[in-house]
């Protein structure tokens, strides 16, 4: 077994532990979050930051029970993906200038084509909610001046 393979499944067995805790949930999602928008990371990872940015929303959605129908590997794998990018020692570590970031990229690229039917089928509910959610009226603003009891204006 590899180095890569040992680590994705170091990865992958602490997915199925944290997987249970939504607050542990959280704290690796917000953690994957910080890590790839940080400026020292977006651009290596432009590529696939769309995709990971569904897949970090996929589960925080299935985590808060408003996403339930994706299958639970997709989820296992999901997290385990997300996992591994987040730990700085996998298999080539993170502070190695580049080469820490292949295997992250590597990883995440190959959870992602094997779940993407599942994710993109998350994308498309995530859609349909944002524009069934959208208000049937637009606000409109005004000023209003406050009137007293006899219907006289205060000022």
Do not use: C
């Not at 985590?63 to 730990?87: D, G, H, M």
């Not at 009226?137 to 006289?152: I, M, N, P, R, S």
Request: proline fraction near 3%; aromatic fraction near 10%.
């Amino acid at each position: 077994m590899t180095t890569k393979e040992k680590a994705y499944e170091r990865a992958k067995k602490k997915a199925e532990k944290v997987v249970g805790d939504p607050e542990k949930v959280k704290k690796i999602v917000n953690s994957a979050l910080n890590k790839a928008t940080s400026s020292s990371y977006s651009a290596q990872f432009q590529e696939i930051a769309d995709k990971l940015q569904a897949l970090v929303r996929l589960v925080k959605s299935w985590v808060n029970k408003e996403y339930r129908s994706t299958p639970w590997q997709t989820i296992i794998l999901a997290v385990t993906a997300i996992v591994y990018f987040v730990t700085p020692f996998d298999a080539i570590f993170d502070f190695i200038p580049l080469l820490g970031f292949a295997d992250d990229v590597a990883i995440l690229t190959a959870v992602l084509s094997s779940i993407n039917h599942d994710l993109d089928k998350f994308i498309e509910w995530e859609q349909n909610n944002v524009q069934n959610d959208e208000p049937a009226t637009t606000a409109v603003d005004a000023d209003f001046e406050e009137v007293d009891g006899e219907g006289k204006s205060e000022g």
